[in-house]
Every structure is written in structure tokens, then in C-alpha cells.
């Protein structure tokens, strides 16, 4: 008998590393779609992810049969996003279009399904070595490079690598259980090492993702004390992302912004304009035109402005494809994985995920990414959010379960 238990456990102790392991190389692969000479591979990945939530949500709504109510408008608001950007085909009927809300239902798909991964499946220990090994080889990699100063390791550009790098850091961050000071030096090595790549990526947008993590990380036990205040810092945060994506491109002719440029070239070397206020003022302009429902479910800058160049901000991208009402519904849905957040505020790893997912919101200001464009970095951004979605309710039950 002993025997036996001890094979099944052993069995079971395999299958836990082997899930862990594909789990997590899973989502290093897919930044290979950034590449120039492995894209295939981190294409086929992407697919492969997709697929596999998109079924693995299924199967758990077939076998539960029921929902939580308390996740009803999480569900509800996903798929208006969804039938938003369907709408969005009728505005321009072209095969770009199908193809695009097909992506975004396969997204917000594998999103719900992320939601339902079994958590207890999962050896914390090893995705914490497997991200670092990776960051550690990327660090031996920029030494043997000659240490370029903007760094994109195995990604198409800096930028992307730096993004990659940031939500691939806050993913060690969600499953590294310290348990003691030296389990606390230990992770210090690598997040010092992601720290330097970051830097290293040269990417501005990066370090305000992770500004802004530290920033509501810390302030987290002083807002998350009451709803209302809760909810005030996550609509102060939204107000200053549309504020900003607003004025950006008046600042430059304004004396304010000569100033800003001046200050943040004589601190950073770089200036404050990085040429996104001209493909921002076009498409505010542009968007003004069509504000209600945009432009199509397809809809690209290059086809609408001069430029032709990306948006460089997800909000305009979306705005310019589906109008404020694809935006309104983007709002409402993370306002309500931000309250849903909240029924679990106790949890440290809930603290990390919220902190994280304001990271996101501020990312998106200035890349394009999460639904289209940047694959690779969307699916480490859904799987983040997902993730806050699904220790919440494993939070919840486990509360009904000691009331019962």
C-alpha cells in the first residue's frame, strides 16, 4: 500500500513539474514572435495559447455549469467588448476586420480562461527559476553583445523588449512565495538583473509601468481600506492616462512643454517629444470625426494619417476602430476587475496583481498592445489580469468554505 502512495505521489509531484514547466516556457516562447529569425515559433505559440484557454474556458464552464455572481459584469462586459468590435465590421466590411474580431474574441477568451487555471497545479519554485535562468541569460547575452546600450535581446526592438521583460518580472513577482529573509535575498538577484535589462532596453515607458507599481504597492493598505477610495484611485489614475493622451500633443507648443523637454533631456538624454504628440494630434483629429463608433473593427493610422506609423497608445487605437463606446466598455470592464479585486484586497498576491494591472493601464499610453499588434506582450498582460480574477475567487470560496 505504502508503494503504491508512494508512486501516485510521485506521479503526481512529475505531473506538477511538467505542467509548470510547459506553462511557463509556454509564455517565454511567444516573445519570439517579436523576432526577426524565430517569429514562426513564437507565432505558432501564440496560437497554441490561444487555443488551449479558449478550450479550457470552455470545458470549465460546461463542467461548472454556473458562474459567480459576484463575476457576472467581469463575464457580461468581456463579451460586449467583443460584440462592440463585431458591430465594428458593419462600419467597414473587409476581411481585416473579421480577422481583427476574431483576434479579440480569442484574447478576452484566453483571459476567462486564465481565470480558471488550477492554481495548486502550479510549482511556485519553478517558474521563479525558469524566469530568472531566463533573465540571468539574457544578462551574459548584452555582455557578449559589447554592451549595446539599447538592448533587444532575442525581441524585433528595445521597446518591446523592455515591455517583455516588465510583465515577465511582475509574473515572478505573483508566484515567488518568500518565506523567510534569505528566500528574500534570493529573489532580490534576479529582479536586480531585470531591473538592469530594463534600463538596459532603453524603454521610458517601462519604468513608469514599474513606478507605478512601487507607488500602489505601497499605498495599497491606505486606499484599499474603503471601496470609495479604492475606486477613486483607480478613476484619478484612468482620468490622468486620458488627460495626458489629451494634451500631450499641445504641450509641444506650449513654453511648459519647451521646458519639460529641456529638463528631461538634461536628466535622462532623451527628450520629453518622442514624436508620438504628431501621430496623436492627427488622430485625435482624425477620431473627432467618428467619435461615437470609429472607423471599423480593422481600422490602422496608416490608412487614416500621414504618418503611417502605429498609434503608439492602445487608447487611441481603439477609440479610432470602435469610438467611445469601445472605449466606455474597455472602462467599465476594468473598473469592474478592479472591484472585483477588491473583495480579496488581504491577499499579498492580489496586492501585487492590482498593483501590476495599474501598470498595465499606464503601458498601454503608450504602446499598443493587449487585444492586437503586440501579441506576445498582450497575452503576459491578460494573463496577469486573469490571474487577479482567479486568486480572488479561490479567495472567496475558500471564505465560504470556513462558513460553512
Given at each position: ?125 519553478i517558474v521563479f527559476v525558469i524566469i530568472s535562468g531566463f ?270
Amino acid at each position: 500500500m505504502n508503494i503504491k502512495k508512494e508512486n501516485v505521489n510521485s506521479k503526481e509531484k512529475s505531473m506538477f513539474i511538467i505542467s509548470t514547466f510547459l506553462f511557463i516556457t509556454s509564455f517565454l516562447l511567444i516573445g519570439l514572435n517579436n523576432s526577426k529569425e524565430f517569429s514562426n515559433i513564437g507565432f505558432i505559440m501564440i496560437g497554441v495559447l490561444l487555443v488551449f484557454y479558449f478550450c479550457f474556458f470552455l470545458l470549465n464552464i460546461v463542467k461548472r455549469k454556473y458562474i459567480l455572481k459576484k463575476e457576472k459584469w467581469i463575464f457580461l462586459l468581456s463579451f460586449l467588448y467583443v460584440m462592440v468590435y463585431f458591430s465594428g465590421i458593419f462600419v467597414d466590411i473587409n476581411m481585416a476586420s473579421i480577422t481583427n474580431v476574431i483576434q479579440v474574441l480569442m484574447v478576452v477568451l484566453f483571459f476567462l480562461g486564465v481565470t480558471y487555471i488550477p492554481l495548486n497545479k502550479i510549482n511556485e519554485r519553478i517558474v521563479f527559476v525558469i524566469i530568472s535562468g531566463f533573465l540571468f541569460f539574457h544578462l551574459f547575452w548584452w555582455i557578449t553583445q559589447g554592451f549595446p546600450s539599447s538592448f533587444k535581446g532575442a525581441v524585433a526592438n528595445p521597446n518591446s523588449f523592455g515591455g517583455y521583460i516588465v510583465f515577465l518580472l511582475g509574473i515572478m513577482f505573483i508566484f515567488y512565495k518568500a518565506k523567510s529573509k534569505k528566500s528574500i535575498f534570493i529573489v532580490t538577484i534576479p529582479t536586480l538583473i531585470g531591473i538592469c535589462l530594463l534600463f538596459l532596453s532603453g524603454s521610458r515607458s517601462v519604468l513608469l509601468v514599474a513606478l507605478t507599481f512601487l507607488i500602489t504597492y505601497y499605498l495599497w493598505p491606505i486606499f484599499a481600506k474603503k471601496r470609495l477610495i479604492f475606486n477613486a484611485y483607480f478613476i484619478v489614475l484612468t482620468g490622468i492616462i486620458f488627460i495626458f493622451t489629451y494634451i500631450y500633443p499641445k504641450l509641444s507648443t506650449l513654453s511648459i512643454g519647451k521646458d519639460l523637454n529641456n529638463y528631461s533631456f538634461k536628466y535622462t538624454g532623451k527628450t520629453f517629444f518622442s514624436g508620438r504628440q504628431y501621430i496623436w494630434g492627427d488622430l485625435i483629429n482624425v477620431i473627432d470625426e467618428k467619435l461615437l463608433w470609429g472607423y471599423g473593427s480593422a481600422a490602422s493610422p496608416s490608412s487614416l494619417v500621414a504618418s503611417g506609423l502605429s498609434a503608439h497608445n492602445f487608447y487611441l487605437q481603439t477609440a479610432l476602430q470602435v469610438g467611445f463606446l469601445g472605449i466606455s466598455v474597455l472602462f467599465l470592464l476594468f473598473l469592474s476587475v478592479w472591484n472585483y479585486l477588491y473583495l480579496a484586497k488581504l491577499h499579498s498576491k492580489v496586492r501585487i496583481i492590482g498593483s501590476l494591472f495599474l501598470g498595465v493601464l499606464v503601458y498601454l499610453v503608450f504602446e499598443v498592445s493587449l487585444t492586437q499588434n503586440n501579441l506576445a506582450i498582450a497575452l503576459l498582460q491578460w494573463l496577469i489580469i486573469g490571474l487577479g480574477v482567479n486568486y480572488t475567487r479561490k479567495s472567496l470560496l475558500s471564505k465560504a468554505e470556513i462558513k460553512v
